[in-house]
């Protein structure tokens, strides 16, 4: 799916984790951007749903859901920054 994009942005913001024995539940709130290498764009307001079990290797998901609760396909205008020049090497 990488293939697609001409850039994808994703931010996550603090949620939610209850704990109850050695399961829990939580929520990720998530923000993503983009543009497709085809022109068109997209910006979602999203919730990942989450139940995780303890391991003895420590915990893991047992079930991530994706809900989007806001999708816009308003087509993106700005375009990413130039990438920073890397570093110099003096002779």
């Known amino acids: 799916m990488q293939g697609l994009w001409d850039y994808f942005l994703q931010t996550a913001h603090p949620g939610t984790i209850e704990l109850a024995g050695d399961t829990a539940v939580g929520r990720a709130y ?43 396909t308003t087509p993106l205008t700005g375009s990413p920054p130039e990438p920073a020049p890397g570093p110099t090497r003096e002779s």
């Not at 995780?52 to 989007?68: A, L, N, P």
Request: aromatic share 20%; net charge positive.
């Open 30 to 72: 998530v923000t993503e951007f983009g543009r497709f290498r085809d022109g068109s764009s997209q910006l979602h307001f999203s919730i990942y749903h989450d139940r995780y079990q303890r391991t003895s290797d420590g915990w893991k998901f047992t079930e991530r859901v994706y809900q989007i609760k806001y999708l816009d």
